[in-house]
């Protein structure tokens, strides 16, 4: 949570009565933000220093997918570096990297941690700290091939890093559940759990083919607030939305309530058209002490946009629309 920033908000539009707005001035950055970039998208932001920061998913005009540190001082309005973020040794000297996307980022103790669908023989989940999104030093990855989503939980939980993620194929995965593992040191992972299923079809369709966790999870009184994506294979191909759902604190891997409607799905035309039409896809959420939250997401694959929302509207609605599965 944090206390001493305030973080981008903008006030429900008068008239309006969904759960989750959509900023006014999206999308927040455009395509060719960068010299190099065909896109940015799926990113993460933190507050940092007086300000933010945060790990930007571009993808150059070679369509080479890498992410690249950015700083803002109101979370909106961003410099993005030009060079992407060089790896140090970390805890190995294991460092190949194929590509890199799809980043999120927390802090944990005394460092931030990144993790990300890192390329090693096929898409799997890197991780990497920094102390100040200058010096950048890259972990062991967290699994085997193949995986993505990988996100970690902002503290330890039974003394132990905990981290979502999606067992996946090497290609566009058309499957695929969120399981948690556990980590004593974040070089070795284990105690994997299965966290949730995609729905049947006939129950709550927009997350049938798979689901990814989003944004890194909330802890509020009633339990981890978990935003999180989910897919559903339509004639056209897929098209992601956003739902949420309310993690127990202790053990996270037990589901309290889950979202049966989404919260946000692709209506904008920014969602609509890009490279890959019909993406809303989460990667980062902020909260303040009040309770605001601000979500960063990626449109069709393309831009960068964000979305707000009350945390007490939101739980309750997670509660009062749950699947019970
Ligand atoms: C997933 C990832 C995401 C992307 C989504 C929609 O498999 O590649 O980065 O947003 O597909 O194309």
Not at 139 to 155: D, M, T
Not at 283 to 290: H, K, P, R, T, V
Request: charged residues 20%.
């Amino acid at each position: 949570m944090i206390n001493k920033i305030n973080i981008p908000w903008e006030h429900r539009p008068a008239g309006s009565t969904e759960v989750i707005w959509r900023y006014s001035q999206n999308p927040i950055i455009s395509r060719y933000a960068i010299p190099t970039s065909n896109s940015i998208f799926n990113s993460a932001v933190v507050p940092f220093g007086d300000g933010f920061a945060g790990v930007f998913r571009c993808d150059n005009k070679a369509v080479q997918m890498n992410i690249f540190a950015g700083f803002s001082a109101d979370g909106i309005h961003w410099n993005i570096n030009h060079e992407p973020i060089v790896m140090k040794a970390g805890n190995t000297e294991e460092i190949h990297s194929d590509y890199k996307y799809d980043p999120r980022v927390t802090y944990i103790e005394d460092r931030w941690w990144i993790t990300w669908c890192n390329g090693y023989h096929g898409p799997t989940v890197g991780i990497a700290y920094t102390f100040d999104f200058k010096d950048f030093y890259q972990c062991e990855n967290a699994f085997l091939p193949f995986n993505r989503n990988g996100v970690l939980f902002p503290q330890k939980i039974g003394g132990k890093y905990a981290m979502l993620s999606r067992p996946s194929d090497n290609g566009h995965t058309p499957f695929g559940d969120i399981y948690i593992s556990y980590s004593p040191d974040m070089k070795y992972w284990g105690e994997h759990r299965l966290v949730m299923k995609v729905t049947p079809f006939e129950e709550s369709a927009w997350q049938c083919t798979k689901i990814g966790a989003g944004p890194v999870p909330i802890l509020t009184e009633a339990g981890w607030l978990l935003f999180y994506h989910g897919v559903i294979n339509t004639c056209n191909g897929f098209r992601y939305s956003m739902g949420a759902a309310l993690l127990d604190t202790d053990h996270p891997e037990k589901v309290l309530y889950r979202t049966k409607p989404y919260l946000l799905a692709p209506a904008e035309i920014y969602e609509l058209t890009g490279d890959v039409p019909n993406v809303v896809f989460p990667c980062a959420a902020l909260m303040d002490s009040e309770g605001k939250i601000a979500i960063y997401y990626g449109a069709a694959d393309t831009v960068t946009c964000m979305a707000f929302g009350y945390c007490d509207e939101i739980l309750a609605f997670i509660k009062s629309n749950s699947i019970h599965s």
